[in-house]
């Protein structure tokens, strides 16, 4: 797998920069939880970010999108700064990003199927009833599961529930993915499945990732690229191999499995 | 409207101040301030509520869904209650009257109580338990399991969406909801009064609405629509609020009911107040 990243990622030429964040920083009260973090997604590319439980990985993705806003720094989404554009631009950048949330966030008083209808017919308005039908029979297929639309989030298993979410966000087409730990809590088995499922994304939909995860199976599956970060910085950034072979003992103790 | 109410800039001036305020001086004084933040945040959150309030796209489907929840499925709840509010408090009067020989006046004294407080206040206890603490968990799951969250990425305003239909429906339900009670309440001191006697529904109405006015009757259906709206605002402001982790969403929840009641209470107060001046 990593070879053949490795060799997809030679071949890419193209380095248009989607998202730019320069110098973020970030504190809760006292806690300093981003101290300077600067780093770029490239276009086309799975980049994974690295970290330790509670070492501001969901933080800085919510920053991508606005959900929290940086105390310091700048954040570019496709060429705009995230933290001055109006109220409606915002709204029209974050229609092109998906994003994954790291407990699902299905909405548990809908079925499935008015899951999946809920951003179509928010961000797309004047999508017609069948055009919805198709939509959710497609991604559903991508995701692997069919039978599923007349039941209620809590009746899934926690796999499905993560397969959902990802049907639900990919189905308005986003250009970005946000993925926040996309296979903590699911087995070994499971896990496969949906690092899978984010390469297909990335090569059917043409999309650029940014993927939070400590699990590095995960990363190993997906990414073309890796940053690490610790203590509110990046810590290292570069591709699988340089990681595998490093003499750090911070990396190592990550890598060790 | 686009006119900003005053509140809405010298809210957060004071808010500022207040955490300044708590930076500064000694440890006695954080807790007077957390609650002066506290008060800050709620008007902060109301005064956002109303704005989305009257923002275009309002999401009737929702409100319809939260009507349903709220008013609709409370009817069991508020049925066995009115009713046997009303047998008990006619139960109770009865021995009173008695002593006076003034037993005749029993249906309208208990339908004035009824209507005036007993019927208003008790449902909206009630519902600011039942109506409060389901608004504050839910809100609060969702919170937690950062569902508004989703909801803010695709382009839905979670405000608008889950807090200004909540607070709507319970402001439009909670007054159906205390008429129903009082309706009830009068048919259980109809059962009340036969306990001991024997009076016609019919003889019994009109007893009860014979010395009643106006002013016996509007201003409680008035506050009834206050205490809809602190219910609603409240559950949504817990819940929305509501900290990180699972065990915020039973905090959430517990102290929606604490608050709401207390409010209900406080408001029934200054309009029982206003009420009596208008007289
Ligand atoms: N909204 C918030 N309010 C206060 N503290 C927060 C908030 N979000 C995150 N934190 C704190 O920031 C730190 C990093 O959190 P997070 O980004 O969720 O970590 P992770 O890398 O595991 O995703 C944690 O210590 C967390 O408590
Ligand atoms: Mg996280």
């Known amino acids: ?32 939880v981003l101290k300077d973090v600067t780093l770029q997604l490239y276009k086309g590319e799975n980049l994974v970010v690295l970290g330790k439980s509670g070492s501001g990985k969901s933080v800085l993705i919510k920053c991508i999108v606005r959900l929290l806003n940086p105390d310091e720094g700048s954040i570019r989404v496709l060429g705009e700064d995230v933290s001055v554009i109006k109220r409606e631009e915002l709204s029209n950048l974050r229609m092109k990003i998906g994003f994954l949330f790291q407990s699902g966030a299905l909405y548990d008083s809908m079925t499935v199927k008015e899951n999946l209808e809920f951003p179509l017919r928010r961000i797309k308005k004047k999508m017609t009833q069948k055009l919805i039908d198709e939509k959710i029979a497609e991604v559903l297929e991508n995701v692997g599961l069919l039978d599923v639309l007349h039941k209620m989030p809590s009746q899934l298993s926690g796999g499905m529930r993560k397969r959902i979410s990802l049907a639900r966000t990919i189905i308005v087409d986003p250009q970005i993915m946000l993925y926040d730990e996309p296979t903590t809590g699911l087995d070994p088995v499971t896990s496969d499945e949906i690092s899978l499922l984010i390469n297909q994304v ?45 003499d750090d003992p911070f990396i190592k103790s990550f890598f060790k499995g | 409207m686009k006119t900003k109410l005053p509140v809405i800039k010298i809210v957060p001036k004071i808010r500022d101040a207040s955490i300044k305020i708590s930076e500064k001086t000694m440890v006695k004084t954080v ?76 249906p309208s004294m208990v339908a004035i109580s009824l209507v005036r407080e007993i019927g208003p206040v008790i449902t909206a206890l009630i519902c600011a338990g039942k109506v409060g603490s389901g608004i504050g968990a839910e809100l609060g799951s969702m919170k937690v399991t950062e569902q508004i969250d989703a909801m803010e990425v695709s382009s839905t305003n979670p405000m608008r969406f889950l807090v200004v239909t909540r607070v709507l429906a319970a402001t439009l339900m909670i007054p159906l909801l205390v008429l129903y009670a009082d309706a009830l309440g009068i048919m259980g001191s109809w059962i009340g009064v036969n306990i001991k006697g024997d009076v016609s529904f019919v003889l019994f109405i009109s007893q009860a609405f014979s010395v009643f006015e106006l002013i016996d009757f509007l201003p409680a259906v008035v506050k009834t629509f206050f205490f809809g709206a602190v219910i609603g605002v409240v559950g949504s402001y817990k819940g929305y609020t509501a900290g990180r982790g699972t065990e915020s969403v039973g905090v959430a929840a517990n102290s929606a009911v604490v608050l709401a009641s207390l409010l209900v209470i406080i408001v029934d107060m200054i309009a029982v107040q206003i009420t009596d001046m208008l007289i």
């Open chain 2, 31 to 106: 807790e007077a301030n957390e609650f002066l933040i506290g008060v800050a945040d709620f008007f902060l959150f109301f005064s956002q509520a109303v704005r989305e309030t009257f923002s275009r796209n309002f999401e009737f489907k929702e409100f319809l869904r939260q009507c349903h929840q709220i008013g609709f499925k409370s009817l069991p709840l508020i049925s066995i209650t009115g009713a046997i509010m009303g047998l008990v408090l006619t139960i109770q009067t009865r021995p009173v009257l008695d002593s006076f020989g003034a037993v005749s006046l029993l």
């Open chain 1, 202 to 246: 990335q090569k059917k939909y043409k999309t650029s990732s940014i993927i939070i995860t400590h699990d590095i199976e995960c990363a190993r599956a997906t990414a073309d690229r890796l940053v690490m970060l610790h203590e509110g910085q990046v810590y290292k950034n570069g591709k699988i191999g340089d990681y595998e072979n490093s």
């Open chain 1, 1 to 32: 797998m990593e070879q053949v990243n490795n060799i997809s990622i030679s071949g890419m030429n193209n380095t248009e920069t989607i998202v730019e964040i320069s110098n973020l920083k970030k504190s809760f009260g006292n806690q300093k």
